[in-house]
């Protein structure tokens, strides 16, 4: 079985928006920043959203989607696919502030003053600038993110890292899934 063109057809053919993933939780009244609008970052945010949180997404380029949309080509992904799931998000009530560079054009304490905790869901390239602001880094062949294996927090209480950032370059569904696991802690 060809998994990959099934899921191909599914997503060109799926119509609209998938309602059952618009459904939140009652409001908690607390509010949660993720640093990065790829994969990981949007998808952290989607969960933190259903559960009921307000949910600020930094982004440092001017448009959502990380790799979706700045790497991987039309021919493999669907221009049109692409942007139907991301519209998810605005659909969802997420704020997304592009031209954000947390560590740049705004600092690490600024967010970590303004909200209940902080994702830092950048992927590996964004990750570099933060490392300046003593979130610690991992030793080994690359800098990344040092966090707590276990719940994805960093040296800085109400910091959590993981995708990319973490583990160096890897598959958009292995940070996709570092991302849910890093909501799921935050959460906790």
């Known amino acids: 079985v060809r998994i990959r063109d099934i899921k191909r057809f599914l997503a060109d053919w799926e119509p609209g ?4 993933i618009l459904t939140c939780a009652p409001d908690r009244g607390q509010r949660v920043a993720v640093v990065g609008a790829g994969p990981a970052g949007l998808l ?12 600020t997404v930094f982004e440092r380029s001017d448009r959502i989607g990380g790799c979706l949309t700045h790497q991987i080509p039309s ?14 998000i605005e659909a969802l009530g997420i704020e997304v502030r ?18 209940a ?23 080994g062949a690359r800098e990344t993110i040092a966090v707590d294996p276990a ?6 209480p109400g ?21 849910r696991r ?3 802690s935050a959460h906790r």
């Open 98 to 115: 592009t031209g954000a560079d947390v560590g740049t054009t705004v600092t690490l304490d600024d967010v970590r003053r303004d909200f």
């Open 151 to 156: 719940t994805g927090e960093t040296g800085l």
């Open 159 to 179: 910091v959590f890292a993981g995708g990319d950032a973490v583990s160096g370059p890897s598959t958009v569904i292995y940070a996709m899934a570092q991302g």
């Open 44 to 55: 952290a945010a989607h969960d933190l959203r259903r559960l009921g949180y307000q949910v």
């Open 75 to 88: 021919w493999r992904l669907p221009t049109a696919v692409a942007q139907r799931d991301l519209s998810i």
């Open 117 to 139: 905790a902080v994702l830092v869901l950048t992927g590996y390239a964004g990750a570099l600038a933060l490392l300046e602001q003593s979130i610690g880094f991992a030793s």
């Open 17 to 20: 928006e998938p309602q059952h």
């Open 182 to 184: 890093v909501a799921e």
